[in-house]
């Protein structure tokens, strides 16, 4: 891409475009330290989802509040929430053929 002229729309969405499908084939790679990179990436979409429903909860809080905690502590909205964007980060959806489109 030349640096000399302003990027344009058409520019930056196959910036884009190419950025992702690096990222796509370095995630199907699956290396060593791609299940940290998918708990991370769970632990930054819960946060997102549980400030999206109007919910104190930032990454500190939420990693932190899934610790054991005493007896009879029942979990938070926002532990829930983490818990199941960790549960779908750790499944291996395949291919990206073999999930469903619409």
Same mark, same amino acid.
């Given at each position: 891409?030349?640096? @000399?002229?302003?990027?344009?729309?058409?520019? !930056?969405?196959?910036? *884009? #475009?190419?950025? +992702?499908? @690096?990222?796509?084939?370095?995630?199907?790679?699956? =290396? *060593? /330290?791609?299940?940290?990179?998918?708990?991370?990436?769970?632990?930054? @979409?819960?946060?997102?989802?549980?400030?999206?429903? #109007?919910?104190? #909860?930032?990454?500190? !809080? +939420?990693?932190?509040?899934?610790? =054991?905690?005493?007896?009879?502590?029942? =979990? @938070?909205?926002?532990?829930?929430?983490?818990?199941?964007?960790?549960? +779908? !980060?750790?499944?291996?959806?395949? =291919?990206?053929?073999? *999930? /469903?489109?619409?």
């Amino acid at each position: 891409m030349l640096r @000399s002229r302003e990027m344009t729309y058409t520019d !930056a969405t196959f910036a *884009v #475009g190419v950025t +992702l499908k @690096s990222l796509d084939d370095l995630v199907r790679v699956n =290396p *060593v /330290w791609s299940g940290c990179w998918r708990v991370r990436r769970a632990l930054k @979409s819960a946060a997102t989802a549980v400030r999206t429903i #109007g919910r104190n #909860g930032d990454e500190k !809080a +939420l990693r932190d509040a899934v610790l =054991p905690s005493a007896a009879g502590d029942g =979990p @938070s909205l926002g532990e829930k929430v983490f818990v199941a964007y960790r549960k +779908l !980060a750790r499944r291996n959806l395949g =291919p990206v053929d073999k *999930v /469903w489109h619409p």
